[in-house]
């Protein structure tokens, strides 16, 4: 067990794999000499070579069509697109090429791809490096979606996914690159696919994931201060859900607070309050309350783009009234 | 190449087979029994059948969603082409792709892609993966001269040229991005131009001419393996039928047709065969009675072909299902 970042997390994961795995080779915008945007693969061309550490033009959509071509052809590449707003540029080649080649080809083709961006808020990006479109991915059958909140899952997220015969898109959250954690390396890691329960509470669930799970726990250290038991719940896959864990807690606490990043509007937050009425409505005793992001592209100004996010204190408060409303 | 007579032969067996199977298709399908789009690829025969003839077994072949043909002549059989098309469980894809996405594993095709120009980056990563496994395989891309406008194709270029990749661009230009003409889409129709200005060697073929086609793409071919970097041939021709089945053709001068229509690619190639004594009327009607009986047949057994059981309707949407 070692203390690192989220970002030297993701390095290590990328070393990893690198060595491990022949097959293995990244790709991206500046992933190679320039490091990375976010530093992730820093000094990783120095070690293994611009065969396998490829520094791609500015070509979103033919850089991660050329990912599910190389991995059509044998290959394991792990793309890099810069951010999540970027990504938009190669949706049609997730969407259209990656999820559907399976099925299309009745099982005769498979996509081992993992495609790795950052997602999300908080450094005053604004509003065309800022957004949170997980949903966007996680709607889609034939992919999986992994987000990740701790510096375990970050570095682990890389290799399970890489590990996993299907096209996965893997969620930084932005904000986190720097946080520091715990991390342990070896074999036994918890399967990426299942929600994680990073804090036991008896009072409500906050059920969330990536960039907010850091806000949510320091939410619910808040709350334990008034006496409120929080319990927090890590999705940890977008896609699959793990519907299990999350009814589960739902049905031990009876109230469910979900805090998304993402837009209220058609958005993954619409989606588990749903999930929660068709599987545990007898269990609530009230309404399933939301903090996400206000309806707005995500303005510069630090103090409006603050107002815009889940906020501790806004969570807080939204749990504080759903426990006062006694059902 | 039409002094050898058993190949030349082939290829002619391969054009007709293509005619034949699509004219079977248009057949069926006014009697509902091929739904969806049906795009046919009638008149522009020898541009599949001559490049195809120019690959290895194991090169790649990355197609467009007017595909029937290259499948055909890649060796998927007509029978798993057709059932595919009738939404059959023998299809080659099981009923899940149809007419516009068929797919061979064992004969490296790896599909009809039928978002305009989406295939392209696809190639470009196939041919990534041949270079770093250093195979001497190569792709072959095919797309039409609708697809040289979309920002995929400019990049894929680019990509290609830039990482010398081991991609057969193969552009079919029938003169018409749907029902949008040549002149009227692209601002400079020299089609070689762009991809010179990506520092790929180009070349203009008569795409009705069978073997212009394949001697062009032979000498691609040999140089893409001799040197790595990517080749680009535009091949022209003419689709003589509508776009789809649902096209009113509207937009085409009937005169305009029937002056290409003069230069069908079979037509053209029986013509040169006999007039160099390499094959003779009957050799053709043999020909046509084998393809016939084959396409035949392969409309038969789908029909009477199963379908794919509802339960299996989310089978192969991933490899593994988690958690």
């Known amino acids: 067990m070692t203390r690192t970042t989220y970002r030297e997390g993701i390095r290590t994961a990328l070393r990893t794999a690198l060595h491990d795995d022949p097959r293995v080779f990244l790709m991206g915008e500046d992933v190679g000499k320039y490091g990375g945007a976010y530093a992730c693969s820093l000094g990783l061309l120095e070690d293994f070579g611009p065969e396998r550490v490829r520094d791609t033009p500015l070509c979103e959509s033919t850089f991660v069509g050329a990912g599910i071509g190389a991995a059509l052809g044998g290959m394991r590449p792990i793309v890099e697109i810069m951010t999540v707003n970027f990504s938009l540029l190669a949706l049609d080649q997730i969407v259209n090429n990656a999820a559907t080649l399976r099925h299309m080809s009745a099982g005769q083709f498979a996509v081992p791809l993992v495609v790795r961006m950052a997602t999300g808020a908080g450094r005053q990006l604004a509003a065309q490096h800022s957004h949170s479109l997980e949903n966007w991915y996680a709607h889609v059958p034939g992919i999986k979606v992994l987000a990740s909140g701790t510096v375990q899952d970050a570095h682990d997220f890389v290799l399970e996914a890489l590990a996993d015969p299907d096209p996965v ?48 726990l320091a939410a619910a250290e808040a709350l334990e201060a008034e006496g409120i038991r929080a319990e927090v719940v890590d999705l940890r896959s977008l896609r699959p859900l793990d519907d299990e864990t999350i009814l589960a807690s739902v049905r031990k606490t009876h109230r469910a607070l979900i805090v998304d990043e993402g837009w209220r509007t058609g958005s993954l937050s619409g989606e588990l309050a749903t999930r929660i009425m068709e599987g545990a409505f007898y269990d609530l005793d009230g309404p399933i309350a939301r903090v996400c992001s206000a309806e707005v592209p995500i303005p510069y100004a630090k103090h409006l783009e603050d107002e815009a996010l889940p906020r501790v204190e806004t969570i807080v408060a939204r749990a504080k009234e759903l426990v006062a409303r006694r059902g | 190449m039409t002094t050898d007579r058993a190949h030349s032969l082939k290829q002619l067996r391969r054009m007709l087979l293509v005619r034949r199977f699509e004219e079977k298709c248009a057949e069926v399908y006014q009697q509902q029994k091929i739904r969806g789009f049906l795009h046919l690829y009638i008149g522009e025969e020898a541009v599949a059948v001559g490049a195809l003839a120019a690959l290895r077994d194991d090169d790649a072949v990355v197609t467009t969603y007017r595909e029937h043909g290259h499948a055909l002549v890649r060796g998927i059989s007509p029978d798993a082409v057709m059932a595919e098309m009738y939404g059959r469980a023998t299809g080659c894809a099981r009923g899940r792709g149809g007419s516009m996405h068929l797919f061979g594993a064992a004969q490296r095709f790896f599909g009809g892609y039928a978002i305009v120009g989406g295939g392209l980056p696809i190639a470009v990563g196939l041919a990534l993966a041949e270079q770093m496994q250093a195979t001497k395989r190569l792709v072959a891309c095919f797309f039409g001269d609708g697809a040289t406008e979309e920002g995929e194709y400019h990049e894929s270029l680019n990509l290609a040229s830039l990482w010398r990749l081991p991609v057969l661009f193969l552009c079919e230009n029938n003169f018409y991005a749907m029902g949008t003409a040549l002149a009227r889409h692209a601002a400079v129709p020299d089609l070689c131009a762009i991809p010179r200005a990506h520092g790929i060697v180009s070349e203009s073929v008569d795409g009705m001419d069978v073997v212009a086609v394949e001697r062009a793409a032979r000498a691609a071919a040999d140089a893409i393996r001799e040197t790595g970097k990517p080749r680009f041939l535009e091949l022209q021709t003419y689709r003589f039928r509508a776009h789809s089945m649902y096209d009113a053709d509207r937009y085409r001068d009937k005169a305009e047709i029937a002056e290409w229509k003069k230069r069908d690619p079979i037509e053209l190639f029986v013509a040169r065969l006999k ?31 199963p379908l794919e059981p509802i339960s299996d309707l989310e089978r192969d949407v991933l490899a593994k299902v988690v958690p």
Not at chain 1, 191 to 214: C, E, H, K, M
């Open chain 1, 169 to 216: 898109i893997v969620f930084e959250h932005q904000y986190l690159y720097a946080m520091e954690g715990e991390l342990e390396l070896g074999p036994a890691r918890a399967s990426p696919w299942r929600a994680s329960v990073r804090r036991a509470g008896a009072d409500l669930s906050v059920i969330t994931y990536g960039g907010s799970l850091p806000k949510a």
């Open chain 2, 275 to 305: 007039a160099a004594s390499v094959a003779t009327d009957e050799d053709v009607a043999a020909i046509e009675r084998e393809v016939s009986g084959e396409v035949e047949r392969a409309a038969l057994a789908a029909d009477a072909a």
